[in-house]
């Protein structure tokens, strides 16, 4: 990887520019209310100066254009090309969203044809694009928990059960939505324990939250059960669409019982994601919630357009025959991966996963930790799987190779993990001192926590 | 080997309790401590605040994690541990001598229910 560390700024030379502008037509206006004090502090660079800045900051970053990218929980799959022609075809990038509503009928198009599809493939009956990303859509969803109790006059239920797998997003936006947290606890075979459930149910009880499979990769078996008893007691159930590669094309939410549910479609539906964004979260609902979903038939604000494109698209493209074969090679390929290194890695619970699953650190770990495990990776060209969640457990190192790998890749990715696994037994400085080719080695991640610097000073 | 001070008692949550006449001050292990790693902010909670023990009344945050500080007994804040606002290191370098929050307990038979050192070594195994 080639080092670049310079900032715009530094690259900057006063008077430098790099386009020129015909004089405005009658004269540049003086002072009024708008008018600044004094010029904004731009970088003054030329185009050559902006290109090469920008091409080799972009040679230091890795993604799934890069390599393997085995994020877990974050569904790194390889973004189809197709995509970005149809998000960049002009017809769509040239609206805007004030324009006439007869000129946007395609657009409109669009979201009715997204809307069809994800429905189908949810069993949900209509779908709300507004929400921008996956924890803007779970916030959107749980407003629609609440007015739906409180459209119906019930207005003792004041808490939300969540597993304790759960995303941390989870309990937060039912916090931010006023709800009161109940954590329901899962079973050694990390899925949600009902008969702890049972007595946390009740008439004070909105709904549950959860997201299967769950965040260890297992399917919520009894989820039919979970459905039952929590409608039973008046409560709704919520899917966070976090893990809903593996289902694709298999099996529905809404079959389960789910009332209410969020996409990411960023991740499931194959768009550039990671950085912060751009997402696209958006909430579907049953025939119970429709009445208190607002869509907008006619507002042009619907979110982030050009990612739900590209999510058509890429629905468009496989169809229904071979979007199922999405969700199951994504299960088998993150078995072949599981069980191919649980001589190595600590595998807390042994269960066939669907799209990702959990060890617990190294089997032998020698004094290393997770965290040199997925420095180390980064010296061998991969990106590191995520580390530290679930908090189930202490070493977590949570793997997801989705179903765009081959299994040369694969295969290259298992023979890295078991060198590292043997260089801790042998070798354990290795680790420690990992990453050695990184332009970045380790960060001081506990000064930036307690003395973060925010903005560039000269 | 984390370190236990013998004359405290300890929540299965892995607070510590050090009882002065009705008032509990309240803390996290040193097992707490080396599980969440460096600290970088301590949630507290305001003093008059009124928990239930088992309610979680703040939290820990470190480079890696979140933990919740649990509620060992019932009670009024009387008094929270405002250096650490500036200095959450304190709780890694002695966990014992930088306290969180003191209680002033309203049902002292609560803590017949925590643990003591020895009680609390045999948890952590």
């Known amino acids: ?458 | 080997m984390s370190k236990i001070v013998d004359g405290l008692l300890y929540s299965e949550s892995h607070e510590w309790v050090k009882v002065d006449g009705n008032v509990a001050i309240v803390g996290i292990s040193d097992y707490a401590q080396s599980e969440l790693g460096d600290i970088t902010y301590v949630d507290m909670p305001e003093p008059d605040d009124e928990f239930k023990a088992g309610d979680d009344f703040g939290a820990v945050e470190s480079v890696k994690t979140s933990g919740e500080i649990i509620a060992p007994v019932s009670g009024k804040v009387v008094a929270c541990n405002t250096e650490l606002a500036e200095h959450p290191e304190l709780i890694n370098e002695d966990a014992y001598s930088a306290w969180i929050v003191k209680i002033e307990m309203s049902d002292r038979s609560e803590l017949d229910s925590l643990l003591n050192a020895s009680a609390y070594a045999k948890l952590l195994g």
């Open chain 1, 1 to 458: 990887m080639k080092y670049y560390d310079k900032l715009i700024f530094e690259l900057s030379r006063p008077g430098r520019t790099g386009f020129s502008l015909p004089a405005a037509e009658g004269g540049m206006p003086v002072g009024g209310k708008l008018w600044r004090g004094s010029a904004p502090e731009l970088p003054e660079v030329s185009e050559p100066d902006v290109v090469r800045h920008y091409t080799n900051l972009s040679q230091m970053n890795f993604g799934v254009d890069t390599g393997f990218y085995p994020l877990g929980s974050c569904t790194m799959k390889y973004n189809p090309k197709l995509n970005e022609e149809i998000a960049a075809m002009p017809g769509f990038t040239g609206q805007h969203p004030l324009q006439p509503k007869e000129s946007t009928e395609g657009s409109r198009a669009v979201f009715e044809e997204l809307d069809k599809a994800l429905a189908a493939i949810t069993g949900m009956k209509r779908f709300t694009f507004r929400p921008c990303a996956g924890a803007h859509g779970e916030l959107t969803g749980l407003m629609l928990m609440k007015e739906y109790h409180l459209g119906r006059g019930d207005l003792a239920r004041t808490k939300v059960i969540v597993p304790d797998s759960a995303h941390g997003t989870n309990p937060a936006s039912a916090a931010c939505c006023g709800y009161e947290i109940v954590v329901v606890k899962s079973k050694a075979d990390g899925l949600v324990d009902v008969e702890d459930l049972k007595p946390l149910l009740g008439p004070d009880i909105a709904g549950i939250m959860m997201t299967n499979p769950n965040t260890l990769g297992l399917f919520e078996k009894d989820i039919k059960e979970i459905a039952e008893l929590v409608h039973g007691c008046g409560g709704l159930l919520y899917y966070d669409g976090a893990n809903m590669n593996p289902l694709l094309g298999v099996a529905r939410p809404g079959d389960m019982g789910f009332d209410i549910l969020h996409l990411n479609l960023h991740k499931t539906f194959s768009t550039p994601h990671g950085g912060g964004g751009p997402g696209s979260g958006p909430v579907g609902v049953s025939e119970r919630v429709l009445p208190y979903l607002d869509i907008p038939h006619v507002s042009g604000f619907h979110g982030n357009f050009t990612v739900m494109l590209r999510a058509l698209a890429y629905i468009l493209m496989l169809g229904r025959e071979n979007i199922r074969m999405a969700g199951r090679l994504a299960t088998l390929n993150a078995n072949y991966v599981k069980e191919s290194l649980k001589d190595c890695y600590r595998l807390p619970i042994p269960s066939v996963c669907k799209h990702e699953f959990v060890f617990d650190g190294l089997l032998e770990p020698n004094g290393t930790t997770t965290l040199d495990v997925a420095k180390r990776l980064l010296d061998y060209g991969f990106h590191a799987p995520t580390i530290y969640f679930p908090l189930l457990f202490h070493q977590a190192i949570m793997i997801e190779p989705t179903e765009t790998e081959s299994p040369e890749t694969l295969d290259a990715f298992i023979e890295v993990m078991r060198k590292i696994a043997e260089e801790a037994r042998t070798d354990p400085g290795l680790l420690h001192s990992a990453p050695r080719t990184a332009p970045v080695g380790r960060p001081d991640e506990t000064r930036a926590a307690r003395q973060p610097i925010l903005k560039y000073e000269a």
